[in-house]
């Protein structure tokens, strides 16, 4: 019997291809401690270049969530894409699952190949972890990006009826789907403008490919983040910071950005996409490119300062 070529596959084979020829490569490594670490790091590194964290959130690997990126950002920075703890190539025999030990894996990853300083880009999940190593490592982190990461929720947000999901195990039933209709469910909530025809068999081919490995491990990441999360023990970050929101956000509220907005005060600023949802990396890859380009590249350093209240809808 001839077996039927995976779609997901062939995308991924597809985004390996893609972040090839944006001068990146593949690489393992072991940091010792039962932490083996999966990253895409620059061919070359190129001294006269800054160097570019992006951090995943939770999904698929690190290349379907940011290869639309790659290529343009690969001519202004030395650009470094991880896999998280438990995702991709990258994974622990420690029993750890917070976001802090997720910075601290990225951290040592980042030394292992000697970069010192970095701006890091944050989406979802990975804005957990992005925010998290500015607040450890200071001196490392120059720059962030917090894109539709709800970093200032609060556990009792979810007793309070703030998300659209009523509990923790419903939300981690949506963000790692075990079947078709879960991840039409997540697709709804993610996308302002979801695909209407999403093939049953499209849908197990995916769940088979991305969802399923390290199942109870990324349970327990998504467990942490939420187990008594309080806006009080959340540090105030002293780098300049860019939130970038989807308007229609219903993974993450947009209260949640205007609220890490007032955490932060003059800091940062504030860019809500109109007619995006939680997915802007997807449904609007080209307008959040040129904000990350406006924060990221601007030569005039004065406009990370004194930004007041100000808050862009684009």
Wanted: proline fraction near 5%; charged fraction near 20%; glycine fraction near 6%.
């Amino acid at each position: 019997m001839v077996k039927c070529i995976s779609f997901t596959a062939l995308l991924d084979w597809c985004y390996y291809q893609s972040f090839v020829n944006a001068n990146l490569k593949s690489v393992t490594t072991d940091l010792g401690d039962g932490i083996v670490m999966h990253c895409w790091i620059p061919k070359t590194h190129n001294p006269c270049k800054p160097s570019l964290l992006l951090i995943h959130g939770i999904g698929a690997n690190a290349m379907w969530q940011w290869n639309e990126f790659v290529s343009h950002l690969s001519s202004n920075f030395n650009v470094y894409v991880p896999d998280l703890v438990f995702f991709g190539g990258s994974y622990t025999t420690r029993h750890e699952r917070t976001e802090s030990f997720q910075a601290q894996c990225v951290m040592r990853t980042m030394e292992a190949h000697r970069v010192r300083r970095l701006h890091v880009v944050g989406l979802s999940y990975g804005g957990f972890v992005g925010y998290s190593m500015a607040a450890q490592f200071p001196a490392a982190v120059e720059l962030l990006v917090v894109a539709a990461a709800g970093v200032c929720m609060e556990e009792k947000d979810m007793d309070e009826g703030m998300f659209k999901v009523r509990s923790v195990d419903e939300a981690t039933s949506v963000l790692l789907p075990q079947t078709p209709e879960k991840v039409r469910e997540g697709m709804r909530l993610a996308f302002y403008k979801p695909m209407k025809i999403m093939p049953s068999c499209f849908l197990r081919d995916f769940i088979d490919a991305m969802c399923t490995e390290n199942l109870q491990e990324r349970k327990e990441l998504i467990q942490a983040v939420h187990k008594d999360r309080k806006l009080s023990d959340l540090p105030k970050i002293t780098q300049p910071t860019l939130i970038i929101w989807g308007e229609q956000d219903q993974v993450f509220p947009l209260e949640l950005a205007h609220r890490l907005k007032r955490h932060l005060g003059d800091n940062a600023e504030l860019v809500i996409i109109k007619e995006a949802g939680h997915a802007i990396n997807v449904e609007k890859p080209k307008v959040m490119f040129r904000h990350l380009k406006s924060f990221l590249i601007d030569p005039h350093p004065s406009n990370h300062e004194n930004n007041g209240n100000a808050c862009k809808i684009d």
